[in-house]
């Protein structure tokens, strides 16, 4: 059974930096790619950033670019995003999910198909 498990969530203040991280199991990590997305209380869930199946592909929103880092240790079945310089707006469940695409790796969540529970992230002096 596929599941994704993210950790590393929590409360830090402006300017900090968290590691999330998202554990896959019952399934071969290198085979899909992993996208990161956020859900702030009352908006939509955005895709934040993805990396393909072999981490050649990544891609950023604009609003981290620059902040946050994705990678992807396949053989540990773990995919990482490193966010520095955290923001108030950052405040969100950050969710990771997973999907069989070749090459490429699409940011938006309607793309994707198998979701971890979420891990809360608050930015707050």
């Known amino acids: 059974q596929l599941q994704l498990v993210e950790s590393g969530g929590g409360l830090v203040q402006p300017g900090g930096s968290l590691r999330l991280s998202c554990a896959a199991s019952?399934?071969?990590?290198?085979?899909?790619?992993i996208g990161w997305f956020r859900q702030a209380p009352g908006k939509e869930r955005e895709g934040v950033s993805c990396?393909?199946?072999?981490?050649?592909?990544?891609m950023y929103a604009d609003s981290v670019k620059g902040r946050f880092t994705i990678s992807r240790d396949n053989a540990k079945g773990t995919v990482y995003l490193q966010m520095n310089s955290l923001k108030p707006e950052d405040t969100a469940v950050y969710y990771c999910?997973?999907?069989?695409?070749?090459?490429?790796?699409?940011?938006?969540?309607?793309?994707?198909?198998?979701w971890g529970q979420g891990t809360q992230v608050t930015v707050s002096s």
């Open positions: 019952g399934f071969t990590l290198d085979y899909y790619a």
């Open positions: 990396t393909s199946r072999s981490g050649g592909n990544t």
């Open positions: 999910a997973a999907e069989p695409v070749k090459n490429r790796c699409p940011l938006p969540p309607y793309e994707y198909d198998y």
